[in-house]
């Protein structure tokens, strides 16, 4: 029965974004400062189609840019995380999503940044370039454990992140989801519809402290908020 409602919902999901999707595109062409706050609403409604609720705790701080710390449970989390967020925001990708016709498109006009970690050189580039999007004015969203967990419990954190965080001076703004991977792991087909409790935290200072100390101090929140 459960295989069964998720294909009605994968289906139920994939029309609302082929439908949605060109409206996406227009803006990105024709008004595109009004291109994030249509991100924000598209991210919520395909969550609905997905069939989960939010329920966010603690408020998205304004008139400051962040580098996003969130942590990687499901592939839902590409809709969910942005429902917060309030400003212009980019993000760092792994290089392959801008293989994938029309998404690239969207990716690139929101300013995402390609990174490929298995390649150091390039990795150091896309952090580079990423700190110059967050001088810009965006937030950047950081996956810090680099790919979804498989069991649930918190994968060991990256540094590129929290370089960008020191060397752009911004301050870490920690967004932990849970119950996303219980709806959908990686490692299951199927869709549990459920609610997605997004913990915005209170943001980190990056001064006066090295890496290790800031990796730690996330990784420890993070913690928190998963228990």
Request: proline share 5%; with cysteine.
């Amino acid at each position: 029965m459960n295989n069964i409602i998720s294909l009605f919902i994968y289906f139920r999901a994939f029309l609302t974004f082929v439908l949605l999707g060109p409206i996406l595109l227009i803006v990105v062409f024709l008004y595109p400062p009004f291109l994030y706050r249509l991100v924000v609403s598209f991210c919520k409604v395909m969550i609905f189609m997905f069939g989960c609720t939010i329920k966010t705790k603690g408020k998205f701080p304004e008139n400051e840019c962040f580098v996003i710390m969130a942590n990687h449970a499901s592939f839902l989390d590409a809709f969910a995380i942005p429902t917060v967020f309030k400003g212009r925001f980019s993000a760092v990708a792994a290089t392959f999503n801008f293989k994938i016709p029309i998404y690239s498109i969207f990716l690139k006009k929101l300013k995402v940044v390609p990174i490929n970690r298995l390649n150091k050189k390039q990795a150091i580039a896309g952090i580079n370039m990423a700190e110059k999007v967050l001088k810009e004015g965006y937030h950047i969203v950081i996956l810090p454990e680099g790919t979804r967990t498989i069991t649930g419990a918190l994968g060991k954190f990256k540094k590129g992140g929290f370089h960008l965080a020191k060397n752009a001076n911004a301050r870490i703004l920690p967004v932990f989801t849970n119950g996303l991977y219980k709806i959908k792991p990686k490692n299951r087909w199927t869709i549990n519809p459920g609610i997605i409790e997004i913990n915005i935290g209170a943001p980190l200072e990056t001064s006066n402290k090295n890496i290790e100390e800031l990796l730690k101090e996330t990784e420890e929140l993070f913690l928190r908020f998963k228990n």
